[in-house]
Nanobody
Framework: QVQLVESGGDLVQPGGSLRLSCAAS????????MKWYRQAPGKQREWVAQ???????NYADSVKGRFTISRDNAKNTMYLQMNSLKPEDTAVYYC?????????WGQGTQVTVSS
């Protein structure tokens, strides 16, 4: 069974940077899209960013220009580089990897932006 493990969540000051990683336990074939979501306490899950098979990226307006999604297929890992962090970015961040037939989810990693 494929496992996705997020890492890199931490406490960071406003304006700081953080890089989240999402590592798959094994190769996933025929990936359609890879996504990052986040969920703050008492809030709905929010889509943050995605990268497609062809390498096209897209971002939520709230993070556009500050966050960058990327992947390293050789390492079975994708990343979310987060810059200029704001307190409102505080949330549990989840990665997902989708094929046509199945979507895998990570367990989440906590990001806290506070002075």
């Amino acid at each position: 069974q494929v496992q996705l493990v997020e890492s890199g969540g931490d406490l960071v000051q406003p304006g700081g940077s953080l890089r989240l990683s999402c590592a798959a336990s094994e190769d996933i074939f025929n990936i359609y899209v890879m996504k990052w979501y986040r969920q703050a306490p008492g809030k709905q899950r929010e889509w943050v960013a995605q990268i497609t098979l062809g390498g096209n990226t897209n971002y939520a307006d709230s993070v556009k220009g500050r966050f960058t999604i990327s992947r390293d297929n050789a390492k079975n890992t994708m990343y979310l580089q987060m810059n200029s962090l704001k307190p409102e970015d505080t949330a549990v961040y989840y990665c997902s990897v989708s094929t046509v037939r199945v979507t895998y989810w990570g367990q989440g990693t906590q990001v806290t932006v506070s002075s």
